[in-house]
T-cell receptor
Framework: KAGVTQTPRYLIKTRGQQVTLSCSPISGHRSVSWYQQTPGQGLQFLFEYFSETQRNKGNFPGRFSGRQFSNSRSEMNVSTLELGDSALYLC???????????FGAGTRLSVL | GIQVEQSPPDLILQEGANSTLRCNFSDSVNNLQWFHQNPWGQLINLFYIPSGTKQNGRLSATTVATERYSLLYISSSQTTDSGVYFCAGGSNYQLIWGAGTKLIIKP
């Protein structure tokens, strides 16, 4: 089985722009979770989707949004980028029965 | 909400040494996982272990759910074991992550 695929791997944007990141889960996995990782901050939970529904959301401003499609692929969008949004964004997928998370390689976003 | 604390924050060992990493959680969890993040950022799931003991090669983990802690044991360390080890606990909807233990194995 192919693993979790995140695109793009690297992204450079300027303040005020918006960005869309993509995550394709492992085949058969219907849950997708998104995390932000910054140096010294560990992993911060953004949101989790299951069957196109957002089931849980972390403590991030409304500039961070996401969605999930019928094929379980997920996108997250960050609008009006700020310098502090520079981070590694990680996506994880899980099978239905248990929340065992399998991660993609991440998208490294730099905001200049 | 649940809080997850990991110790030690940093660990430097010589190749061949053994180590024990600890994860304490503030409340009961029905989901606990250990992960390794390599220097390139890739997170690998090591164990799904809400209770009991599991072993996978040189790595093993034990969770004592009644006392709210989990231990990760690494034996005969290799330089490829370097990286950050995270534990995460919670439910089937959300995991709360510890700050990680940064492990450096010197040749």
């Amino acid at each position: 089985k192919a693993g979790v695929t995140q695109t793009p791997r690297y992204l450079i944007k300027t303040r005020g722009q918006q960005v869309t990141l993509s995550c394709s889960p492992i085949s058969g996995h219907r849950s997708v979770s998104w995390y932000q990782q910054t140096p010294g901050q560990g992993l911060q939970f953004l949101f989790e989707y299951f069957s196109e529904t957002q089931r849980n959301k972390g403590n991030f401003p409304g500039r961070f949004s996401g969605r999930q499609f019928s094929n379980s692929r997920s996108e997250m969008n960050v609008s009006t980028l700020e310098l502090g949004d520079s981070a590694l964004y990680l996506c994880a997928s899980s099978p239905i029965a248990k929340n065992i998370q399998y991660f993609g390689a991440g998208t490294r976003l730099s905001v200049l | 909400g649940i809080q997850v604390e990991q110790s030690p924050p940093d660990l430097i060992l010589q190749e061949g040494a053994n180590s024990t990493l600890r994860c304490n959680f503030s409340d009961s969890v029905n989901n606990l996982q250990w992960f390794h993040q390599n220097p390139w950022g890739q997170l690998i799931n090591l164990f799904y272990i809400p209770s009991g003991t599991k072993q996978n090669g040189r790595l093993s983990a034990t969770t004592v759910a009644t006392e709210r802690y989990s231990l990760l044991y690494i034996s005969s360390s290799q330089t490829t074991d370097s990286g950050v080890y995270f534990c995460a606990g919670g439910s089937n909807y959300q995991l709360i992550w510890g700050a990680g233990t940064k492990l450096i194995i010197k040749p």
